[in-house]
T-cell receptor
Framework: SAVISQKPSRDICQRGTSLTIQCQVD?????MFWYRQQPGQSLTLIAT?????????ESGFVIDKFPISRPNLTFSTLTVSNMSPEDSSIYLC?????????FGQGTRLTVV | AQSVTQLGSHVSVSEGALVLLRCNYS??????LFWYVQYPNQGLQLLLK??????LVKGINGFEAEFKKSETSFHLTKPSAHMSDAAEYFC?????????????FGKGTRLSVIA
């Protein structure tokens, strides 16, 4: 099984600023994903982080707002740019290993 | 395209009673199905998964689920609820044999256990 370390675990940020979330996996994985979980809601896929190429974004999410890096097979970052209170949410990193998806502990972001 | 419907956003049971959390899926290809649990302020933990082997799947903490293709269902059950089972439960689907596809989640069911 894969162990995922995600940081920061929580942050309170001023509107208009940016926050970069880091995700480290303890083994090489082909696929990594970023999800958003708004308060009391389910998980919504933001994008697939592709190693060596641009991330693939889902409808409603754009690279300028959520730039993603995937420099190697164990690491990815998600940046939430030009934040507004509507971006307050939990952001989760996920890695696919075989048929099983593993998740980080999440980053609880509050924008004030 | 795939989707998951979880019936009931909140289920409340007495300690020792049967737990039944409902999940129906829609998939144009054979699915893989998953149940995850999320405790407050924590990430998601896999309870069990169906990957086209046995249709009755046993998971951790005494939970099990049965894949019923005719009903497009994958309901989660536990014979006797414990207080520690109180959490949010998510059903998820992915496409079998398509390789490397992300999971699609249902809206979740919050389970409360009453002493």
């Amino acid at each position: 099984s894969a162990v995922i370390s995600q940081k920061p675990s929580r942050d309170i940020c001023q509107r208009g600023t940016s926050l970069t979330i880091q995700c480290q996996v303890d083994s090489q994985v082909t696929m990594m994903f970023w999800y958003r979980q708004q308060p009391g809601q389910s998980l919504t896929l933001i994008a697939t982080a592709n190693q060596g190429s641009e991330a693939t974004y889902e409808s409603g999410f754009v690279i300028d707002k959520f730039p993603i890096s995937r420099p190697n097979l164990t690491f990815s970052t998600l940046t939430v740019s030009n934040m507004s209170p509507e971006d307050s949410s939990i952001y989760l990193c996920s890695a696919l290993q075989g048929t099983e998806a593993f998740f980080g502990q999440g980053t609880r972001l509050t924008v004030v | 395209a795939q989707s998951v419907t979880q019936l009931g956003s909140h289920v409340s049971v007495s300690e020792g009673a049967l737990v039944l959390l409902r999940c129906n899926y829609s998939s144009s290809v054979p699915p893989y199905l998953f149940w995850y649990v999320q405790y407050p302020n924590q990430g998601l933990q896999l309870l069990l998964k169906y990957t086209s082997a046995a249709t009755l799947v046993k998971g951790i903490n005494g939970f099990e689920a049965e894949f019923k293709k005719s009903e497009t269902s994958f309901h989660l059950t536990k014979p006797s609820a414990h207080m520690s089972d109180a959490a949010e439960y998510f059903c998820a689907v992915s496409a079998a044999n398509s390789g490397n596809t992300p999971l699609v989640f249902g809206k979740g069911t919050r389970l409360s256990v009453i002493a």
